[in-house]
Each structure stands twice: as structure tokens, then as C-alpha cells.
């Protein structure tokens, strides 16, 4: 188990680098660059939303991007059970498959990220995750949805999945995927992505230890840079714990 770690750990050393060295440049140049999504959102945001209703019976593959963007934006101000169920349609009655993506990976977390989900919201969208009638391709796609909005209340959902999970692989695959992805939000999940890397719950998940140190390697925090080579530099692999807790205290 200790040498997945040192080996996943290794070859991530140099992305922690660069992704270190690129915040420090972003700061020195005035503030960091807008993440791809957010870009997507403020392109939204200064459409004309008449074009909203062209998405109505058309394929997204046959619409313009301003179209697309256009609709996106009005449904990511419609109330979450209402965004919810247009990506269930786009799926099972329309057919259309970058539709579908599009709803769940873009607007659904965009909305989320915007404005907090309700605790009913949060229950219905694990439900919905949870369901064995679900199609594949949605279940997949609303995990993938709770890492993106980077919220404290949808990553706590992925780590509850991420504890029940374990006798289904492919779903727990994509579960720590996006646990993983919470690296991109910068620092702010640094302490989860941390403890995650600590907890002996995940000494036999090879597959969350080493999506675990990649989002710790993403974030860039520089607590989790130096626990990055503290065990890449053991000699065994294995970071001993007085080690940790003489740095940080121990896990939070």
C-alpha cells in the first residue's frame, strides 16, 4: 500500500511544482487567471437571453454556441429541482447527449457554485445518484456535478458516497474522481484533501489515495507540497505520523 502511495506520489511531484510556481506568477501579475468555468460564466452572463427558448426540440449539436450559451444561462437561474430535471429529460426523452452533459457538468454546479442548495435539493440529488434505475450516464455526470460546484455541502456528499461506495467499483471510481477535482477550487478543500490523505480509511483505497494527492498537488497549499515530499522522500513510502503531527498538529 506504501508504495502505491511513494509511486503516486512521485509522479506528482512535479505537477505540485508547477502548479505552485504558476499561483505565485498569477499573484505577482496582479491576481489569478479566471478558471475555465468561470470564463464560460461571465461569457453567459453578457448574452442577450431572448435566443433562450431556440434550445426548445433542437440538438444542441445543431445549435450555435451562443444559443447554447444563452440557454445555459437561463436555466442556471432556474430553481435547482428545475435544472435537475431538464438534464433527466435531455437524457430519456430528447435523446441528446452533449445536452445532457452540458446541464450536469456546466449549469447544474454553475448554479450550485452561485447559490447555495438547499438540504432537500442535496437529498433529492443523492437520491438521484444513489438510485439503481438511474441511467449510467447520469449518475456519472451528477458526481462529477457535486466536485465541480465546490461547495463544503457536495463535497461532504462525495465523501459520504465515497464510504458506501466501495463495493461497486465503477461508481466509487468516479466518486473519488471527483473528490480528486476539489484540487481545482485552489486551497479551499486543502484541509478535506489532507485529512483524506491521513485517514486509515483509505489505506487499502489505492484508487482515493492517489486521486487524493493529486487534488492536494492541484490545490497547491503549501502544507500539502511539503507532505507531498515528505512522502516521496521516505524511505519506505510511509510519512511517520510524529512527522505529521509535529507539523500541523495532527489531522484536522
Given at each position: ?44 452572463s453578457?448574452?442577450?437571453?431572448s435566443?433562450a ?10 445549435m ?23 438534464g ?46 438511474t ?72 484508487r ?12 497547491g ?32
Amino acid at each position: 500500500m506504501e508504495i502505491i502511495r511513494l509511486f503516486s506520489i512521485s509522479i506528482l511531484l512535479s505537477t505540485a511544482c508547477l502548479v505552485r510556481a504558476d499561483t505565485v506568477f498569477s499573484s505577482t501579475a496582479g491576481g489569478v487567471a479566471p478558471s475555465p468555468a468561470q470564463a464560460r460564466a461571465e461569457s453567459s452572463s453578457q448574452i442577450n437571453a431572448s435566443g433562450a427558448s431556440a434550445a426548445t426540440g433542437r440538438k444542441f449539436e445543431k445549435m450555435a454556441e451562443s444559443e447554447i450559451q444563452d440557454f445555459r444561462t437561463q436555466l442556471e437561474k432556474q430553481p435547482f429541482p428545475t435544472i435537475l430535471q431538464a438534464g433527466i429529460d435531455a437524457d430519456r426523452l430528447e435523446h441528446d447527449e452533449r445536452k445532457t452533459s452540458d446541464i450536469f457538468l456546466v449549469a447544474l454546479p454553475e448554479a450550485m457554485k452561485k447559490r447555495p442548495p438547499d438540504q432537500a435539493f442535496l437529498e433529492q440529488l443523492k437520491a438521484a445518484i444513489t438510485n439503481k434505475d438511474t441511467p449510467e450516464v447520469e449518475r456519472d455526470s451528477l458526481i462529477a456535478a457535486l466536485g465541480r460546484a465546490q461547495r463544503e455541502e457536495t463535497a461532504a456528499i462525495l465523501l459520504e458516497l465515497a464510504a458506501t461506495t466501495r463495493s461497486d467499483p465503477n461508481m466509487h471510481y468516479d466518486v473519488v474522481n471527483a473528490i480528486g477535482e476539489l484540487g481545482q477550487a485552489g486551497e479551499k478543500f486543502t484541509p478535506l484533501l489532507e485529512n483524506q490523505w491521513f485517514s486509515p480509511d483509505n489505506d487499502h483505497d489505492q484508487r482515493m489515495l492517489y486521486r487524493v494527492a493529486r487534488g492536494m498537488a492541484e490545490a497547491g497549499g503549501l502544507s500539502s507540497i511539503e507532505l507531498l515530499l515528505d512522502a516521496a522522500l521516505a524511505p519506505d513510502g510511509n510519512l511517520p505520523l510524529a512527522v505529521w503531527n509535529r507539523k500541523s498538529g495532527g489531522p484536522r
